[in-house]
């Protein structure tokens, strides 16, 4: 008999072969197949699903809705392997999909995080090292985590100032331009890194153990920062707390980025397009979400548009 656990590794190297990033749902779906396998299950049901729901049930409907889209996902993908396994109901768990307001953080809570992150201690000194860089790039750049974490040394053209992702959301690859000073704060760290790991690595981003860092340990290190500097409560038994996101300095990248377009008079719809492409974003319109989600620029875009009246009205 096959555990859901053993099929989950089948799963999880097909989709990585794909290009898809896992890295969170891993977490979740680890979770749930450990579960299954301590309860003799084999195969996924509803019954199954719902258990697990009763048994760590403390998350909100918008938690496990979630949770239940990356089980249903897996139950797809192993249907076709295992007749008996049921595809869970959509609507099984009903959450209301919401994204959170991002959190903008000023330029001074930027140093200080950077700087901060700098002083984490470890056996060699390259956690603070890893960190107080990573951060800075995601801020400088607005690179995703997962991103950034995936660099390969390779990928970082220190001659040519520019980042390539190759291991970008759904597998899309993109290249990424960078400014001076990061592009010194890169080099700073690449010969660091070699100072006390030696040899050619694969990644760009290591630990002291010589290993790629993990989205865990990255959002980790993040919380205990914010936590220093009293962006979220301290906190017993290892636990990030609630409060500010690392995500956030990719937010606060393309929000003071579209900030500047209209301080400077520039043709947001056309600049719009450039940041959606430099950025990431499948669509447009998940780059236009920031001048909703933020107050700022949504007085900044009323402001355009009531101008723009006037002005139309005036000819």
């Not at 799963?11 to 794909?18: A, D, E, G, S």
């Not at 295992?82 to 953080?105: C, M, Q, S, W």
């Not at 930027?110 to 700087?115: H, K, L």
Request: proline share 3%.
């Amino acid at each position: 008999m096959k555990t859901l656990t053993s099929q989950l590794e089948r799963y999880l190297t097909v989709r990585r072969n794909l290009g898809y990033d896992l890295s969170f749902a891993e977490r979740v779906l680890r979770r749930f197949t450990n579960f299954a396998d301590t309860e003799g299950a084999d195969h996924i049901t509803v019954d199954l699903f719902l258990r697990w729901k009763d048994h760590f049930g403390s998350a909100n409907n918008n938690t496990w809705s979630n949770r239940l889209s990356m089980v249903r996902v897996f139950a797809t993908w192993l249907q076709s392997v295992d007749p008996r396994t049921e595809v869970l109901p959509k609507g099984l768990v009903r959450g209301k999909l919401a994204r959170a307001r991002p959190f903008i953080y000023t330029n001074d809570q930027v140093a200080e995080i950077v700087t901060t992150a700098g002083r984490l201690s470890s056996d060699y000194g390259l956690r603070g090292w890893t960190c107080s860089t990573m951060f800075g790039l995601i801020a400088a750049t607005g690179l995703r985590v997962s991103e950034s974490i995936g660099l390969d040394d390779m990928d970082v053209d220190l001659d040519e100032d520019v980042l390539t992702v190759r291991r970008g959301k759904n597998g899309r690859s993109r290249y990424v331009p960078f400014a001076k000073s990061v592009a010194d704060q890169l080099h700073a760290y690449r010969r660091e890194r070699k100072r006390l790991l030696g040899g050619h690595t694969e990644a760009f981003f290591l630990l002291d153990t010589g290993r790629r860092p993990t989205d865990c340990a990255v959002r980790y290190n993040f919380a205990l920062v914010c936590q220093r500097l009293g962006l979220r409560e301290p906190q017993v038994f290892y636990k990030h707390g609630r409060g500010p996101r690392i995500h956030d300095l990719r937010h606060t990248f393309a929000v003071r980025t579209i900030i500047d377009w209209y301080r400077n008079g520039l043709d947001t719809d056309r600049e719009m397009i450039k940041l959606s492409t430099y950025l990431g974003h499948a669509r447009p319109e998940n780059t236009y979400w920031y001048i909703e989600a933020v107050p700022e620029l949504m007085q900044l875009a009323s402001e355009r548009a009531t101008n723009s009246l006037v002005a139309g009205d005036l000819q």
